[in-house]
């Protein structure tokens, strides 16, 4: 029972890791352009723009958005984002159109 549970474990560190190698560096990118937004606007003595640039007005963090389908862009339930046994149980497809989810996401 310890290997076992060692291993869900593992998965479950390796998932959030996986996460947070994608996440993190588009965080960093949309902080840096506001900044650099903002540095401009200051330097150049216009008020900033109010509207966020479209696509970056929802919140993006390691929790925000949650994970959804890359082709219908469904939520994925906590259920089935369970690492491997979720993609196992769903057979490599996604659970609303049926898309093949690669395996570099199980």
């Not at 109010?50 to 389908?69: H, M, V």
Request: hydrophobic share 45%.
């Amino acid at each position: 029972m310890l290997p076992g549970l060692g291993v869900l474990l593992g998965l479950l560190i390796g998932s959030f890791l996986n996460v947070v190698i994608y996440r993190l560096p588009v965080m960093l990118d949309r902080d840096w352009r506001q900044q650099c937004a903002a540095l401009l606007a200051d330097s150049a003595a216009t008020p900033a723009p109010q509207a966020a640039p479209k696509g970056e007005a929802e919140p993006f963090d390691l929790i925000r958005p949650r994970s959804a389908c890359l082709s219908c862009k469904t939520p994925i339930k906590a259920r089935h984002n369970v690492p491997v046994l979720g993609w196992l149980w769903l057979r490599g497809r996604c659970a609303a159109c049926q898309a093949t989810i690669p395996v570099r996401y199980p």
